[in-house]
């Protein structure tokens, strides 16, 4: 019954910015680590970012680092990824993701799945 919902993609220019939003709804957002995939056409779907339950620890897929940020605000139930310095290299669809840890989300062996929502970096 867990319900996941992203917001916030669009077409952004190459080097330009965009925060995705993933709301949880249907079980308590704070026992979960919450996370982003992505998956261009063709591709399968590949880990991008991670921030366990707390937020103190992040995770980030190397060709993101630097440029990506992960949080969370447990009030609003709601995770985020911070876009920057967008390359069109990272037009896909991504997904917001939860499961009960870090490791099981990476592997995507438990994970609640949100619909996804489409990221266009023109060049």
């Known amino acids: 019954q867990v319900q996941l919902v992203e917001s916030g993609g669009g077409l952004v220019q190459a080097g330009g910015s965009l925060r995705l939003s993933c709301a949880l709804s249907?079980?308590?957002?704070?026992?979960?680590?919450m996370g982003w995939f992505r998956q261009a056409p063709g591709k399968e779907r590949k880990f991008v970012s991670a921030?366990?339950?707390?937020?103190?620890?992040?995770h980030y897929e190397d060709s993101v680092k630097g440029r990506f940020a992960i949080s969370r605000d447990n009030v609003k139930n709601t995770v985020y990824l911070q876009m920057n310095n967008l390359k069109p290299e990272d037009t896909a669809v991504y997904y917001c993701?939860?499961?009960?840890?870090?490791?099981?989300?990476?592997?995507?062996?438990?994970?609640?799945w949100g619909q996804g929502t489409q990221v266009t970096v023109s060049s």
């Open positions: 993701a939860a499961s009960l840890s870090v490791a099981s989300l990476k592997t995507s062996r438990t994970n609640y």
């Open positions: 249907g079980r308590t957002f704070s026992w979960f680590a």
């Open positions: 921030i366990t339950s707390s937020g103190d620890t992040t």
